[in-house]
Nanobody
Framework: QVQLVESGGGLVQAGGSLRLSCTASGRTISDARMGWFRRAPGKEREFVAHLLGSGGRTYYDDSVKGRFTISGDNAKNTVYLQMNSLKPEDTAVYYC???????????WGQGTQVTVSS
C-alpha cells in the first residue's frame, strides 16, 4: 500500500517562504516521478513541479519558476517543495503525487493548505 503524507503548509504573508514535505511509504522515490500539484478555490487542479527519479531532473510550471524548488531526499524517502517569494495567488491546497517515470501519477497525498495573505 503506497501512502503519501504532506506537511508544512500554513499561513504566510506575501513575500514569505514555506517548505512542504511529502513522505512516501510503500514506494521508493529514487526511481519514481514525484510531482506537486495545487488546487485553488474554484479552480481546477494544476501542475506545479516534478522531480524525475534518481537523475533528479526537474520541471516547473512557468508560474512558479524561479520561486519554487523541488528536491528529494532518498534516505528519508521524502520530496520537498521550497516555496519562496510567495504571492496571494499561490494560495491553494497542495498535493504530492507519485508515479512511474514516463507514466501517470498513481498515488496522491491528502493535501496541505497554503494560504498567502496580502
Amino acid at each position: 500500500q503506497v501512502q503519501l503524507v504532506e506537511s508544512g503548509g500554513g499561513l504566510v504573508q506575501a513575500g514569505g517562504s514555506l517548505r512542504l514535505s511529502c513522505t512516501a511509504s510503500g514506494r521508493t522515490i529514487s526511481d519514481a516521478r514525484m510531482g506537486w500539484f495545487r488546487r485553488a478555490p474554484g479552480k481546477e487542479r494544476e501542475f506545479v513541479a516534478h522531480l524525475l527519479g534518481s537523475g533528479g531532473r526537474t520541471y516547473y510550471d512557468d508560474s512558479v519558476k524561479g520561486r519554487f524548488t523541488i528536491s528529494g531526499d532518498n534516505a528519508k524517502n521524502t520530496v520537498y517543495l521550497q516555496m519562496n517569494s510567495l504571492k496571494p495567488e499561490d494560495t491553494a491546497v497542495y498535493y504530492c503525487a507519485v508515479g512511474e517515470v514516463g507514466g501517470s501519477y498513481d498515488y496522491w497525498g491528502q493535501g496541505t493548505q497554503v494560504t498567502v495573505s496580502s
